[in-house]
Structures are given as structure tokens and as C-alpha cells.
């Protein structure tokens, strides 16, 4: 499948997405029901409190992504051992914006 992530803008200094590429691209973790897929976009949330994501989202669904995942430094916090605060409220925005046409993962790894 084509999958679009998007991630925390706070933690692209301290991330460098390794370990999403390497769980999309073998199907693993969060992409295990999924099996192994195609990136075909990362952006950040666009800082707090995530508002650019339900457009960003849009944006990569307009591009060919089947699934959208929410990365694990937004829902789980990693690495900085700190969930977003308004991770609920951009889940629901890109659910109620995208509703059944796409897969919407919570997290990565």
C-alpha cells in the first residue's frame, strides 16, 4: 500500500525517521496487517497544535496514499518521552476529514 506519514515538527532535529522507513518498507509493527508498503510522503504537523495536518494529510491521499499514519513521536512520544497534548484532536480532524477513504494508523513503531 502507499502510505503517507505525518510527524512532529518539535522532533525532526532529534529524528531522522530512520526507523519509519524501515517499518514501512518491511511491514512491520504498525504496518504488520498492511504488510510492506511504498512512502510516498513525510511532513510535519506544521508545529503545535497540529493544525496543518488535516490539510497535509489531504494532500498526500491527493497523491496516491492509501493509509495515513500518525508518527510514534506524536502519538507515543518517542524520543522524547513526551506524547503530544493535541494528538487526539488531530486524529479526530484527519478522521472526520479523510473519514473512510484511507486507512489512518496512531502510530509507526
Do not use: W
Not at 525517521?17 to 504488510?35: H, P, S, Y
Not at 497544535?49 to 506524536?74: F, H, N, T, W, Y
Not at 513526551?82 to 476529514?97: G, L, R, S, Y
Amino acid at each position: 500500500m502507499k502510505v503517507g506519514v505525518i510527524r512532529c515538527q518539535q522532533t525532526e532535529d532529534m529524528c531522522p525517521a530512520t526507523m519509519d522507513f524501515k517499518v514501512i518498507r518491511e511491514g512491520k509493527l504498525a504496518f504488520e496487517e498492511i504488510g510492506p508498503s511504498e512512502l510516498v510522503g513525510m511532513v510535519s504537523c506544521g508545529g503545535c497544535p497540529g493544525k496543518r495536518a488535516v490539510s497535509r494529510a489531504q494532500l498526500m491521499v491527493d497523491r496516491g496514499a492509501e493509509v495515513i499514519a500518525l508518527a510514534s513521536c506524536i502519538s507515543k512520544g518517542n524520543p522524547i518521552g513526551m506524547p503530544c497534548p493535541h494528538f487526539a484532536e488531530i486524529k479526530a480532524a484527519v478522521a472526520k476529514k479523510l473519514g473512510d477513504s484511507v486507512i489512518l494508523l496512531d502510530y509507526t513503531h
